[in-house]
C-alpha cells in the first residue's frame, strides 16, 4: 500500500510565528505530531510518506502515487483541509480524514470518503485490515477513550526535524476542569489519561536520536493540562525527566499548558523548573469574576490572578496568557481592564480573542437552546467574527477588541511589558547554553529588521542598552522577544486594518435569519 499523509495549511495567524520563523530560517512552529503518530500504526511492508504543507507544496503527484490520502486536522486549518479533499476528489483518489476538526464536524465534509472520529490507537488495526482487504467503512469511531499507556512512539523519520522550532510530545490527555467554552471534554474527556514515565522518557529519547536536542531544542507537551495528576507527576514523572536531562547534560528546554492552580504547588513548580520547563501557557480569561463564573472557570475564581501570574514568573516561567472578551457578563469597560490586567503582570504573550463557541462545548449547546447559534468557529484566535450573537452590542465589542489588540502590541506598550516581565522573572535553574549560529543569525537579522527597518526600532535598542546595563543575564530573552513582539506587531496591524463594515452586515443577516427561523441556522 502507498499511503500518503497530508498536514493542511495553517493561516496566518497569531501562534502561526510565521513572521519569527523568518529570523531562525525554520518553516513551521510545531511538527503534525498525530500524523507521525499514527503512522507507527501503519505496517512496516506499506510506503508511507508525509507532506506538512507548512513546509512543502503538496504535488498532484504525491495524490496520484497514493493508494489512499491521510488527513488530520485542527479547525485552523478548515480552509487548507477543504482544498486538498477537493483536490483527491478531482484526481479519484480516497481520503482519509481524522483529527479535532473532522471529528467535531464530519457533517461538514461530505466530500471525504472516510472518517476516523476520536482517538484512532485502537481503531487503527481494524482500519489497517479493511484497506488490505479493499473494504473500507465510512466511519471508524472508538467506543471509549483509549488507555495511552500502550501508545507506541511517533514515526519522526517521516519529518525533516530542521523545518521545525519545536518538536511535540504528549504525556497526558483530558483535563479535570468544565470551562463553559472549552470542547476538550467531549474531545478527551474530564478524567485526564496519562503515559508511563517509562513511555515519556523514551520518546524524549527517540527525539534525540533522532537528532533533536543539539542545541537545547524545546520540546511541547501538548496536553490539554499538564497537571491534572500533580502527585503522579512529582513522584515518578518529573523526577524521571530530571534525571535523563542530567544524565544527557540538558539538551531540551520544555513548555506545555497548565491551569492558573500550579502556583499554589511549590514542590511542582520546582520540580518543572529542574526539568527544563521554562514556559507554560494559562488560560487566563479575563479579570472579572463575573465573566469567570460564567464561564465556569472556577479554578481561576479562587485565585489572585495577578498574584499567581507573578509567582509563576518567579519560579522561572514565561506565562504566556489566553484572554477572552465577548462573555454575556462583560461590559463596554472589559477592553481596558483587560490591558490594564496584561499590562501590570508582564504576560509577554498575550493572545486575546473573541469568545467562540466550538462544537462540544458546553457554551455550543447553551447558544443552541438560546437560539444564538450562526454557524462554526474558524479556529483563528484572532477572528473578528463568532459563531453566535453576543450580548455586547456587535459594534462596540468588535471595536473594542481591535482596538485592544493593537494597544497590546504597539510597541511602545508591548516593550514596556516585556521589561515589566524580565524585572519579575527569574531565569531557569538549569545552566543557559553556549550562543551558537542560530542564535547570532537571529540577532543579526533582529537588528537590521527590527533595529534598522522596524517601526519599532526606537524601542528596540532602549531595549537593548536598558538589559545590558540593567539585566545582562537576560538579553538573550530579551532579544527573543523583540523577535516574537515583530510577529505579533504584524499580526495586530493586520486585524486592526480589517474593516468593521463587513463583519457588521455578517452579524446583522444572521441575526435576521434567526429572528425569522426561530431555529438555528448556519451561514
Known amino acids: 500500500m502507498k499511503i500518503l499523509m497530508v498536514y493542511p495549511k495553517y493561516p496566518d495567524t497569531f501562534w502561526s510565528f510565521k513572521h519569527a520563523l523568518k529570523f531562525i530560517s525554520k518553516k513551521s512552529a510545531l511538527p503534525p505530531l498525530g500524523l507521525v503518530t499514527i503512522a507507527s500504526y501503519l505496517p512496516s511492508t506499506w510506503d508511507v510518506k508525509l507532506v506538512d504543507m507548512n513546509c512543502k507544496k503538496l504535488k498532484d503527484e504525491d495524490i496520484k502515487d497514493s493508494d489512499y490520502v491521510f488527513i488530520s486536522a485542527m479547525t485552523i486549518q478548515r480552509e487548507s483541509s477543504e482544498d486538498v479533499i477537493k483536490r483527491c476528489n478531482e484526481l479519484n483518489v480516497p481520503v482519509i480524514v481524522g483529527g479535532p476538526l473532522f471529528t467535531m464536524e464530519p457533517d461538514n ?90 513511555q515519556i522518557v523514551q520518546e524524549i529519547q527517540a527525539l534525540y536520536d533522532a537528532g533533536w536536542g543539539k542545541s537545547r531544542s524545546s520540546i511541547f507537551f501538548v496536553d490539554d493540562n499538564f497537571i491534572g495528576k500533580k502527585a503522579v507527576l512529582k513522584r515518578e514523572v518529573l523526577p524521571l525527566i ?11 528546554t520544555f513548555y506545555t499548558e497548565v491551569s492558573i492552580d500550579l502556583s499554589d504547588d511549590d514542590e511542582l513548580m520546582s520540580l518543572m523548573s529542574e526539568a527544563g520547563f521554562d514556559r507554560v501557557f494559562v488560560g487566563i480569561e479575563t479579570p472579572d469574576t463575573g465573566s469567570l463564573q460564567e464561564a465556569n472557570k472556577i479554578q481561576n475564581v479562587k485565585h489572585d490572578l495577578k498574584k499567581s501570574v507573578e509567582k509563576l514568573q518567579s519560579f522561572g516561567f514565561d506565562v504566556q496568557g489566553g484572554f477572552i472578551v465577548g462573555f454575556d457578563s462583560d461590559r463596554p469597560t472589559i477592553f481596558k481592564r483587560q490591558f490594564d490586567f496584561i499590562q501590570k503582570t508582564g504576560i509577554v504573550t498575550a493572545m486575546a480573542g473573541i469568545l467562540n463557541a466550538p462544537r462540544g462545548s458546553d457554551l455550543y449547546g447553551r447558544m443552541k437552546r438560546e437560539n444564538r447559534l450562526i454557524g462554526e468557529i474558524t479556529g483563528d484566535n484572532v477572528d473578528l467574527f463568532t459563531n453566535f450573537i453576543p450580548k455586547m452590542n456587535v459594534k462596540t465589542l468588535v471595536s473594542g477588541y481591535k482596538e485592544l489588540v493593537a494597544r497590546l502590541y504597539s510597541p511602545k506598550n508591548y516593550y514596556e511589558r516585556l521589561k515589566k516581565f524580565l524585572l519579575t522573572y527569574n ?35 532602549k531595549l537593548l542598552g536598558w538589559s545590558l546595563f540593567k539585566r545582562k543575564k537576560y538579553f538573550p530573552t530579551a532579544v527573543t522577544f523583540a523577535i516574537y513582539g515583530y510577529h505579533f506587531r504584524k499580526i495586530a496591524e493586520r486585524i486592526f486594518k480589517e474593516p468593521i463594515e463587513p463583519i457588521l452586515k455578517k452579524f446583522s443577516l444572521a441575526e435576521y435569519k434567526l429572528k425569522k427561523s426561530r431555529k438555528p441556522i448556519t451561514l
Request: charge should be positive; proline fraction near 7%.
Open 242 to 252: 530530571i534525571d535523563w536531562q542530567k544524565a544527557h547534560n540538558y539538551p531540551f
Open 109 to 198: 465534509f461530505q466530500d471525504a470518503d472516510h472518517f476516523v472520529l476520536g482517538e484512532a490507537e485502537e481503531i487503527m488495526s481494524e482500519l489497517v485490515k479493511d484497506i488490505d482487504n479493499n473494504h473500507v467503512k465510512r466511519y471508524y469511531a472508538s467506543p471509549k477513550f483509549p488507555d495511552i499507556t500502550k501508545n507506541l512512539v511517533p514515526k519522526w523519520e517521516l519529518l525533516n526535524l530542521g523545518n521545525y522550532a519545536s518538536m511535540s510530545i504528549q504525556y497526558s490527555r483530558g483535563c479535570p476542569y468544565n470551562c463553559e467554552f472549552c470542547d476538550i471534554g467531549a474531545l478527551n474527556g474530564r478524567v485526564p489519561r496519562v503515559k508511563t514515565p517509562e
Open 427 to 461: 531565569l531557569p535553574r538549569i545552566s543557559r547554553p553556549k550562543i551558537n549560529f542560530t542564535d547570532v543569525r537571529a540577532f543579526l537579522r533582529s537588528i537590521v529588521v527590527i533595529g534598522i527597518f522596524g517601526k519599532e526600532r526606537k524601542e528596540y535598542w
